[in-house]
């Protein structure tokens, strides 16, 4: 149990395109969701909080026009990286918190290249 | 404020014991975590222990706490190939309610 899928796996666009990035919790309802972003070398950092039904938490130095979180579902969250740059290029994980467990289980992440 | 530190690269030995050490800087962390990374890929939850427990051993690993000196280690015994990867030392203050912090990860190598 406890499985979280996200999709695209890959993702390669042209700068200046939006893009969007789903989060899903698939054997278990996730009230609150959350995106990091882990850039070559370096360790994961915590973009935004999503709650379901209501606005996104967003960690100091993240801009929240430009990364775009809408968690409409109890399974599903989506974070849409808006007008993307090659500096938005990297690997982006969403977790999912299983309350019961008190944990967040992690996603497979999606590699981003913007050209 | 919040820093997790642990060294970036470890190799071992086939059949040998790996530990893998982290230090964390803030005291009120309750939770703290070992999450193993593959090429490529997602993380994968390993073990975790709370702040009130000196130990936890999980079939082939082992976390040790020293609470007094904010120190973590993993243990893994009779390391395998398949062990090679990145191992992410992190923590959180409510468990998983609120943001993890990760370290940078340290590199595994297991030489055949």
């Known amino acids: 149990g406890a499985v979280v899928s996200q999709h695209p796996s890959w993702v390669i666009c042209k700068s200046g395109t939006s893009v969007k990035i789903e989060c899903r919790s698939l054997d278990f309802q996730a009230t609150t969701m959350f995106w990091y972003r882990q850039f070559p070398k370096q360790s994961l950092m915590l973009m935004a909080t999503s709650n379901e039904g209501s606005k996104a938490t967003y960690e100091q130095g993240v801009e929240k026009d430009k990364f775009l979180i809408n968690h409409a579902s109890l399974t599903l969250s989506t974070l849409t990286v808006t007008s993307a740059h090659p500096e938005d290029s990297s690997f982006y994980i969403c977790?999912?918190?299983?309350?019961?467990?008190?944990?967040?289980?992690f996603g497979p992440g999606t590699r981003l290249l913007v050209l | 404020g919040e820093d997790v530190e642990q060294s970036l690269f470890l190799s071992v030995r086939e059949g040998d014991s790996s530990v893998i050490n982290c230090t964390y800087t803030?005291?009120?962390?309750?939770?703290l975590y070992w999450y193993k990374q593959e090429p490529g890929a997602g993380l994968q939850l390993l073990t975790y222990i709370f702040s009130n427990m000196d130990m936890k051993q999980d079939q082939r690993l082992t976390v040790l706490l020293n609470k007094k000196d904010k120190h973590l280690s993993l243990r893994i015994a009779d390391t395998q190939t398949g062990d090679s990867a990145i191992y992410f030392c992190a923590e959180s203050f409510r468990g998983g309610y609120q943001k993890v912090t990760f370290g940078i990860g340290t590199k595994l190598q297991v030489i055949p």
């Open positions: 803030d005291s009120s962390s309750t939770y």
């Open positions: 977790s999912a918190l299983q309350s019961r467990q008190e944990t967040q289980y």
